[in-house]
């Protein structure tokens, strides 16, 4: 497609639940991101991959949220057991270029606002 | 550790005022400096960036930032706002490493009023 997609656009779980967010990345976008964007705050990073590789988790918050992309392309954020505090929209990113290339763009999904009830 | 904050939270002008909206990064590195727009109901996208060179960086919309080293600033700019330009801006600088993931500001809303 043209841009980054994401699903669903919008989920409800009951706290407790698990639930998946699913990431379509721009064709042959090497490098793709995940933030969590709190109510009135700034995305913030979550995990990195390239390719398939997960080069950085080092935003996942607790051992309860899971990312993969077992084949380099589309990505699932996987969020165990839910909590309200899980409460966000989540974003997805990808760009072009491997990791070292520092002036480069990445390119936002419209996001998947959860609400744990 | 990289860090970004901007002081104004919600802005609201009306049409043809100018704008500016601070950003205050703390960088260690290499300076790369970003601002992005979401307009309601759209995703995130690039306003423009800063990599080096001309420190007064033009980008889409009519929208120019400009980068002065010596206080650690990159504000946005434009001379004449239009009701279009609602929306919230997110100022940003690389993280730690080798990946290029970004640490955002929370963002100003600006509401421009017709």
């Known amino acids: 497609g043209a841009g980054v997609s994401q699903s669903p656009r919008y989920k409800v779980a009951k706290r407790g639940q698990d639930v998946a967010l699913r990431c379509d990345p721009i064709?042959?976008?090497?490098?793709l991101f995940w933030y969590q964007q709190a109510l009135g705050q700034g995305p913030e990073f979550l995990t990195y991959f390239q390719n398939e590789a997960q080069l950085d988790k080092s935003g996942l918050p607790s051992d309860r949220f899971f990312a993969e992309r077992p084949e380099g392309s589309v990505s699932t954020l996987k969020i165990q057991r839910t909590q309200q505090e899980d409460s966000a929209v989540y974003l997805c990113?990808?760009?072009?270029?491997?990791?070292?290339?520092?002036?480069?763009?990445?390119?936002f999904g419209q996001g998947t606002r959860l609400t744990v009830v | 550790a990289q860090s970004v904050s901007q002081h104004n939270h919600h802005v609201i002008l009306s049409e043809a005022a100018s704008l500016e909206l601070g950003c205050n990064y703390s960088?260690?590195?290499?300076?790369?400096l970003f601002w992005y727009v979401q307009y309601p109901g759209q995703h995130l996208q690039l306003l423009l960036k800063?990599?080096?060179?001309?420190?007064l960086v033009k980008g889409i919309k009519g929208f120019e930032a400009e980068f002065i080293k010596s206080k650690f600033s990159f504000n946005l700019r434009k001379p004449s706002v239009q009701w279009s330009d609602t929306a919230e801006y997110f100022c940003?600088?690389?993280?730690?490493?080798?990946?290029?993931?970004?640490?955002f500001g929370t963002g100003t809303l600006l509401a421009v009023q017709p």
């Open positions: 960088y260690g590195g290499t300076v790369n």
């Open positions: 990113a990808s760009s072009l270029p491997r990791t070292g290339v520092r002036n480069t763009e990445a390119f």
């Open positions: 064709s042959g976008h090497v490098s």
């Open positions: 940003a600088v690389p993280g730690s490493g080798a990946t290029n993931k970004l640490i």
């Open positions: 800063y990599f080096s060179g001309d420190p």
